[in-house]
């Protein structure tokens, strides 16, 4: 009996690179293999494990949604070894794929419901991935809110989809950038994530908030949700725990009875609380 | 059941050729240099007379240090793959005792729950495995507190227990009955022997059960602080214990090319959760201890029914500040 190699990536031909801001790029990847591009499905929220053969592998969310068909895209920033080797890569280059790995956003859930995104920094990819998804699904929700900020204007990423979504209607877009990191023509917001949530007076009636960013914003959001009156079980997250294996062997990312690359990376709050803290 | 016979030592002796000559390897326990290890043998002559255990599990048959994954070669444009394939020898381990014969379970949990891993089932469906029973215990062991027991048959193919003249041989699996097919002239009518009077007799000392409802509302108490002060963090224990399973994935390339290694890890190290952002979700030696204790008495039995610590007591014996993992287990189950 011949079993697969669950360890085995695909090759993925790199067609399309962007500078996001310093240090940081997305990748369009496409599938070098016709029968591995066909087969392929995924659904937002998910991750997988992108090598740079001679380097090793990273952990990245799929950060293009499903209803994009024909690639997969990744956002990452430059920060050890496997990411600066990517970071080196041309179009018309090969790496590796594995996946996809992970649970999913409970769209199917979210229906008839008002979202709000709100991401800080370099958080903003898992949240693409969800938000074209619903985007290209207009018709399922209700209020779309996204609540975008980074330390600076060059900080932004995705600056030319931003745009996008600021001219859409059916798209309420937020950004900011903390105080001092505005340029003299910076037309969004000046200040942290958390006020600037609160003072966007949503309503938690039939809203769910969806929070991806640095542990001290997400520390600092979930307090001013809560005072909103968002329950646990309306507030989702996504956990970033160092992985290896992405299959639930190597025990890298386990924290409690949960390993985040199965049973996450998406949690909700509630979730979250019943979990030790190890994240 | 199991059928039970009797193996006179001549008869094993006759076993160990007969193996030999299907083409297996047999690996014992074997001194040497002062430590007692597993090694190719030939005759039961060469195995240890004397041992409680081996220093290392035997895990690495089934679960090498180090296992290649994949490789490659890459051109300017171009990557090719090469798929691995573990060579798994066909081995029979002979002489571990019932409490590593049972670790191959936990592993095997790890190794199939939901992907299934191919080097790990390569390697467990051409292993045999021929435990015997233990008639000596030291300080270290409690095997008989975590519910198994010097003369436990589980993850045995065949157990052997010793009596006059040879060994009572229990044939509990079919890869055992392969095993008594290739000579069953070897394998003589048991003799009724009472096996709980031969095994060492082990004192349970504390109550595994109680610990792990316990463990849950115990993951602020000071004792874990207490008891990982002298951990010098070294990952002995883990490297040493038969069911931990914890691996990194390493690369070993030169600009043309490459090979993917899996090599076996710890979630003693610092290193083992720090992100790239520098945050480390277990900052202390002391998390990373009640890691090790909750992975094993917690979480395995909440995502695999089973406990991830067979009591055979490795990581006592090699701990270099004699971290003793029994008397803290005790400890935490009069908390
Ligand atoms: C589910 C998930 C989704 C993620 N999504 C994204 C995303 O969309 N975009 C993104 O940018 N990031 C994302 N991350 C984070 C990303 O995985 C890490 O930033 C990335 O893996 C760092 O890889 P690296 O090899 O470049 O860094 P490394 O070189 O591995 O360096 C990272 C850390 O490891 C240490 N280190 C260095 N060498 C070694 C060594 N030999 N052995 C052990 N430790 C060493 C360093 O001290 C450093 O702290 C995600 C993580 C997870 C778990
Ligand atoms: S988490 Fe720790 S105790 Fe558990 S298998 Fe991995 S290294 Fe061993
Ligand atoms: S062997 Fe001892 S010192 Fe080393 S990590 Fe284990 S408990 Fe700590
Ligand atoms: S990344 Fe290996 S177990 Fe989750």
């Excluded at chain 1, 209020?143 to 932004?156: C, E, H, M, N, P």
């Excluded at chain 2, 679960?63 to 020898?89: I, M």
Aim: aromatic share 10%; proline share 6%; net charge negative.
């Amino acid at each position: 009996m011949t079993e697969k190699n669950i360890y085995l990536p695909y090759l993925m031909r790199i067609t399309q690179i962007t500078e996001e801001s310093p240090a940081v790029k997305t990748f369009r990847l496409e599938f070098v293999d016709e029968v591995a591009a066909q087969n392929f499905n995924f659904k937002t929220g998910q991750f997988g494990l992108y090598s740079a053969f001679g380097e090793g592998e990273s952990t990245f969310c799929i950060a293009s949604s499903p209803t994009r068909k024909g690639y997969i895209e990744c956002t990452f920033r430059e920060v050890g070894r496997v990411t600066a080797a990517l970071a080196d890569k041309e179009v018309g280059d090969i790496v590796g794929f594995r996946g996809p790995y992970g649970n999913v956003f409970p769209l199917e859930a979210w229906k008839g419901k008002n979202l709000v995104f709100i991401a800080g920094g370099i958080a903003l990819p898992p949240l693409r991935s969800v938000i074209w998804n619903c985007l290209d699904l207009r018709d399922w929700f209700k209020d779309i809110t996204v609540v975008y900020g980074a330390r600076s204007v060059a900080d932004l990423v995705y600056k030319h989809e931003l745009k996008e979504w600021n001219e859409r209607t059916d798209i309420n877009l937020v950004t900011t950038v903390d105080p001092g990191g505005e340029t003299p023509d910076w037309t969004g917001k000046v200040g942290f994530v958390p006020p600037v949530v609160e003072q966007l007076g949503l309503s938690a009636e039939n809203t769910v908030a969806i929070v991806c960013g640095p542990p001290i914003m997400i520390k600092l959001t979930l307090p001013v949700l809560e005072k909103l009156g968002f329950a646990p079980d309306q507030i989702f997250t996504t956990l970033e725990n160092r992985m290896k294996c992405g299959l639930g062997k190597c025990g890298r990312c386990n924290t409690g009875s949960s390993y985040v690359c199965k049973d996450g990376p998406v949690y909700t709050l509630a979730q979250l609380n019943e979990l030790p803290a190890e994240y | 059941m199991a059928d039970t016979f009797k193996l006179t030592h001549e008869n094993l002796d006759g076993l160990f050729a007969v193996l030999r000559k299907d083409g297996r390897r047999v690996l014992a326990p074997v001194d040497a240099d002062g430590r007692t290890e597993l090694n190719d043998v030939e005759k039961p002559g060469q195995v240890s007379k004397s041992y409680i255990q081996t220093i290392m599990s035997a895990k690495d048959v089934v679960f090498p240090k180090v296992e290649r994954l994949l490789s490659y070669t890459t051109e300017p444009g171009s990557v090719e793959l090469h798929d691995a394939e573990p060579h798994a020898l066909p081995t029979v381990l002979f002489g571990v005792r019932p409490c590593e014969a049972k670790a191959f379970g936990a592993l095997d949990a790890v190794f199939n729950w939901d992907y299934r891993d191919k080097f790990f089932n390569a390697r467990l469906e051409k292993m045999a495995v021929i435990g015997v029973s233990c008639t000596k215990a030291d300080d270290a062991c409690f095997c008989t507190s975590v519910g198994g027991g010097p003369a436990d048959t589980k993850g045995s193919d065949i157990l052997l227990t010793p009596i006059d003249g040879g060994y009572l041989a229990e044939v509990l699996t079919d890869k055992g009955k392969a095993i008594q097919a290739l000579a069953p002239q070897l394998f003589t009518p048991g003799n009724g022997v009472d096996k709980a009077m031969i095994a060492a007799k082990l004192e349970q000392a504390f109550d595994q059960p109680a610990l792990t409802a316990k463990l849950p509302g115990m993951f602020e108490n000071k004792l874990w602080e207490g008891q990982s002060l002298r951990c010098i963090g070294c990952g002995a224990c883990a490297y040493v214990c038969p069911t931990c399973v914890c691996f990194d994935i390493q690369e070993e390339a030169d600009p043309k090319q490459g090979q993917r290694l899996r090599c076996w890890d710890s979630c003693g190290f610092s290193m083992f959760t720090l992100h790239a952002s520098g945050h480390n979700p277990r900052e202390t030696q002391s998390a990373r201890w009640r890691q090790r204790i909750y992975h094993k008495f917690s979480t395995y039995p909440e995502r695999y029914q089973m406990l991830g610590c067979v009591g055979c007591g490795k990581c006592t014996r090699a701990c270099p500040v004699d971290m003793n993992l029994r008397e803290h287990l005790v400890e935490a189950a009069n908390a």
